[in-house]
């Protein structure tokens, strides 16, 4: 399926392209950048320096030739000197293949020194746009470094950058947790309080509140019961002497009992 393959070229693509900016540093990248452009101008300078050398070669070569021209024409006017015609006609046909090769050569040399003219003003046209590039990258990092120092502050002032969201996010979970720890509190103590919970110290079944009410009930109906018996038992005895503020305290009668046995005891005395 061509337009399915389509598609999953394309979302693949935007998300490596998305990654890749992500992670990408301005200031990582110039650096690689101005890099790039020196190895480039080494590479030049390089270049110069292999022409140069090809052009020493062609020059030593050129001087070699030229000796031996001088050689050649010395020895053809020898064996002219000694009547050797023929010697010296050999002598002046290599003296004239090498005048023929040297022409050529001095061609080659010419052809060199233009090459290595071009590439040294191409060589500084681009040391001179490289300084200029160094110059525009430091600015451009530090305006980077600038601005990216300005968005962590006002992001951290203003509490929407990534660590201050984290920051945030946390503490909003520390007090939902707190919110939630004091509920929970609350209806344990409402729930303990209503008597749902059993009291596993206890031996037997457990009271629920129902239980609780009417042992309250009951131990009511106790205290009723006993205060009514006790007013019944001061109702029929004799009333209790009532003790005034600033009242001498009344002395206590004796007993009946006591009275009978003194009044027997004089009666019989007498």
Do not use: C, H
């Not at 650096?31 to 140069?52: F, H, M, P, W």
């Not at 503490?171 to 929970?184: F, G, H, I, P, S």
């Not at 009242?247 to 004089?266: R, V």
């Amino acid at each position: 399926m061509p337009g399915m393959s389509g598609r999953m070229s394309t979302i693949v693509k935007a998300k490596v392209s998305k990654l890749l900016d992500r992670a990408e540093d301005p200031g990582e990248t110039l650096d690689y950048s101005y890099t790039k452009q020196l190895e480039l101008l080494q590479n030049v300078k390089k270049g110069i320096a292999d022409i140069v050398t090809s052009k020493k070669r062609l020059q030593l070569q050129e001087k070699q030739m030229q000796q031996q021209i001088v050689k050649l024409d010395t020895q053809a006017r020898q064996a002219l000197a000694q009547n050797r015609e023929d010697l010296a006609r050999v002598a002046l046909e290599r003296k004239q293949g090498i005048q023929t090769e040297l022409q050529g050569l001095d061609q080659q040399i010419a052809d060199l020194e233009t090459q290595q003219q071009k590439l040294i003003d191409s060589e500084a046209a681009m040391r001179a746009k490289l300084e200029a590039f160094r110059t525009k990258k430091e600015v451009i990092k530090a305006q980077y470094s600038a601005a990216e120092a300005q968005v962590r502050i006002s992001e951290a002032a203003t509490g929407v950058g990534e660590q201050m969201a984290d920051v945030g996010l946390a503490m909003q979970r520390a007090l939902d947790k707190t919110e939630n720890m004091k509920a929970r509190a609350a209806a344990v103590g409402e729930l303990e309080a209503a008597g749902t919970f059993e009291d596993l110290t206890q031996i037997g079944p457990g009271k629920d509140d129902i239980d609780r009410q009417l042992e309250q009930i009951g131990a009511g109906g106790a205290v009723d019961d006993e205060l009514a018996k006790m007013k019944a038992e001061l109702g029929a005895g004799a009333p209790a002497p009532a003790l005034g503020a600033g009242d001498e305290e009344a002395a206590p009668s004796p007993p009946a009992s006591e009275d009978a046995d003194a009044g027997a005891g004089s009666e019989a005395l007498t």
